[in-house]
Each structure stands twice: as structure tokens, then as C-alpha cells.
């Protein structure tokens, strides 16, 4: 290679040397100029957290009763208005009463003749035995009037029965409205014969206020909260409801659980609940479905992060970011429980006062500085 060509590769060589060096400052500069990432963070802290869960439930009224006859005749009135409000005791339909009113009127009377033959059996009775004193009168005539007396006040009892029973069935002609509630259509009019103790109901009346809403849980389900509560975990709490409509508005009125079943069902598994809720402008109707979110346990010193704080790793463990006191980042492992509104519940891995990454999760790795900003974590949420 002649002088010229050997001076000409020295040139270009410290000349890419040159450059290169010259970038890689340039680059190391920048880094160093670059301000460190701004993420936001909620600090921990522990609190008392509701379980609740939601489930599908459906109407049913708290009681119903089918209106019948306790005595027979002809329907003359009928004293309400099909679909309307009735109160207990409420009178539904008069019964033609002539009979049981001539009924209870023979049994006075019959009563009153009874009474009128003990008064005069014991005045007597009270003669005879002045009169045997002095031997006016024998033994047997004496053993005679009180053996009539004793069968005169036994007759009256019986009189006294008549008359309660006449006297009843003459109250039965007319037909009370035994719960309050509304009253459906009427199966008779007017005219119409009906039969004491008849199969066929007169009308049916259903109380509505309070209303009761069932809902099936898994059984599996039920267990768990029950021995989490057993074993301290969980603390038992007054079990409230709220009913949310199917178009997710929340009634105005708050519900309890009444009952659950002491059984399973065998083939599905499951227990039903049935909780109570005050009804008084009747806006539920039995066999509407709605969902109840039923408050189950109580878990107190909780820990909740926003779930957007959560990151999972391939193997389906969770983690979190976390800021500490040198403004590090580090990654934390936790362990979860449940959801919570727009939280996760956290059972381990992280402990009061620490700072969460909430924000910028994909611009940040461990051991990498950044300025944190902690911010209210329902704003978070």
C-alpha cells in the first residue's frame, strides 16, 4: 500500500473513532439530563372491610291467605273493590244472615226458657229441704227435686252452647278479610251459593308489606364465610340487604336476611336465603326479580389497593410497585382475597404506611428512581 493510501485509512479511522466517541458522550449526557419518571401513589393503610356478596332473587309475598266460607247461603254483597288495599277484618262479602238470625234468635229463647226452670228447680229445692226438717215432705220427693235442679242447669249449659254456636255462625255470615294485604279478583258475585269449608277460594288476599325476596348461594359458598367467621378471621355483623331493580337502580328501602335453610338442595348444591324488605308503597310485586347484595362478614385492619395497581406475572402471581424512601421502585408479591368495589382486597405482602404505584406502571421497572405524588386513593379508584 503506497504512503497516500495508508494516510487516507488513518483518517477515516479516527475519524469513525472520533464520532462514536462523541455519541456515546452525547447519549450519556442525555441520560444523565433526563428527569426521573413522575408516577402517582396511594399510601396503605388498614381498615374494616364489608363481604358482600350479590345474587339473584326473586318476589314472594310474606303471607297469603285464600278467602272461604265457614257457613253456607247466598252472597247478597260484596264490600270491596277487586285489586284494592284491605285491612284484617275487613268485612269481604255478607252472607243472607235471615236463617242464623232466626237461628240465634230460637236459641235465646230457648236459653231463657231453661233458665227460667232452674230458678224455679232451686226455689224448690230450698223448700224441700225446710220442709224435711220437719218431716213435711219425704226423702224421696226431696232426692226427686234435686235430681230435677241438676238436670235443669245441665240443660243450660247445653242452651248456653246453642246459643254460642248461633250466635257464631251468624257472626260468620260476614266474611272477614282474616291478614291485610290486596285482594285479588273475586271468584263470586251477587246471588251466587257458596258452601262452608268449600274447596274453591272466594278471593285471594296477599300482604305485601313487608315482601320477602329468595335467593339461591352455593353451599360451598355459605361454608366458607361460616368457618372464616368460626376461625376469627372474619367478624359476624348484622346481615343488611339492598335490592337493586333489573335496570340496576337501588331501592329505597333496606332489607335483612330472615332465614336461610337448614338443608341443601341435593342436586343443585345450593341453600336458600330469603331476606325481608319493608314495602310500604308497594313498588315490589311477588315474582319480580331483582339482585340483593347481602353484607356477610366483616374483615377488620384490612388492606385495599386499587386493582389498577395490580400487575400479574405468567405464572398468575400477583405483584405490585412499590416507592421507598429513596424514591426506588420495587416489586412486591401479594397475595389476594376479592375484589372489592374498585379494590383489590390484599391478604399479604404489604404493610401499612408503604407507597403504591398507581399510575405510569409501564414507564417504571425496580431499582429505577422516580418522583412520587401521592394522591387520595378513592381518587385512585
Known amino acids: 500500500m503506497s504512503c497516500l493510501g495508508q494516510s487516507f485509512s488513518l483518517f477515516i479511522t479516527l475519524g469513525v473513532t472520533l464520532l462514536m466517541t462523541g ?37 314472594v309475598a310474606s303471607r297469603e291467605a285464600q278467602v272461604r266460607p265457614q257457613v253456607s247461603g247466598v252472597i ?12 284484617a277484618g275487613d268485612t269481604l262479602y255478607q252472607i243472607d244472615d235471615a236463617i242464623y238470625q232466626a237461628n240465634y234468635q ?35 220427693s226431696l232426692e226427686q227435686i234435686e235430681a230435677d235442679s241438676s238436670a235443669f242447669e245441665a240443660e243450660m249449659g247445653i242452651r248456653k252452647a246453642a246459643v254460642h254456636k248461633a250466635k257464631v255462625d251468624l257472626e260468620y255470615t260476614k266474611v272477614l278479610a282474616p291478614i291485610s294485604g290486596r285482594i285479588g279478583k273475586s271468584n263470586v258475585t251477587e246471588g251466587a251459593l257458596v258452601a262452608a269449608q268449600q274447596s274453591n277460594a272466594m278471593a285471594t288476599i296477599t300482604q305485601l308489606d313487608p315482601i320477602y325476596f329468595d335467593m339461591p348461594i352455593s353451599n360451598t359458598q355459605l361454608r366458607d364465610i361460616q ?15 339492598t335490592l337493586f331493580f333489573e335496570n340496576g337502580q337501588q331501592y329505597a328501602h333496606q332489607g335483612q336476611l330472615k332465614f336461610s335453610e337448614v338443608q341443601a338442595n341435593a342436586s343443585t348444591d345450593s341453600v336458600t336465603l330469603r331476606t325481608e324488605f319493608p314495602n310500604p308503597e308497594f313498588a315490589l310485586l311477588p315474582g319480580m326479580f331483582a339482585r340483593v347484595e347481602l353484607t356477610q362478614a366483616k374483615r377488620e385492619n384490612a388492606v385495599l389497593v386499587p386493582q389498577k395497581a395490580v400487575q400479574f406475572n405468567h405464572d398468575g402471581s400477583a405483584f405490585v410497585f412499590v416507592v421507598g424512601p429513596d424514591d426506588k421502585v420495587a416489586q412486591r408479591l401479594i397475595k389476594l382475597d376479592r375484589a372489592i368495589g374498585q379494590n383489590w382486597l390484599i391478604l399479604s405482602g404489604l404493610n401499612e404506611k408503604e407507597h403504591v404505584v398507581v399510575s405510569g406502571l409501564q414507564k417504571i421497572a425496580p431499582q429505577m428512581s422516580v418522583v412520587p405524588q401521592l394522591i387520595n386513593q378513592k381518587k385512585a379508584g
Open 227 to 241: 368457618s372464616r367467621i368460626a376461625s376469627g378471621e372474619l367478624v359476624k355483623v348484622e346481615q343488611s340487604a
Open 76 to 87: 247478597v254483597k260484596r264490600h270491596f273493590e277487586e285489586g284494592s288495599v284491605v285491612d
Open 23 to 59: 455519541c456515546g458522550e452525547g447519549q450519556a449526557q442525555d441520560q444523565a439530563e433526563r428527569p426521573a419518571q413522575q408516577v402517582d401513589v396511594v399510601e396503605v393503610s388498614a381498615q374494616d372491610v364489608l363481604f358482600t356478596k350479590t345474587l339473584p332473587a326473586r318476589a
Open 106 to 140: 230460637s236459641a235465646l229463647a230457648d236459653l231463657n226458657r231453661t233458665q227460667a226452670s232452674v230458678k224455679n228447680a232451686e226455689a224448690q229445692l230450698k223448700r224441700y229441704k225446710s220442709l224435711i226438717k220437719t218431716n213435711a215432705v219425704s226423702e224421696q
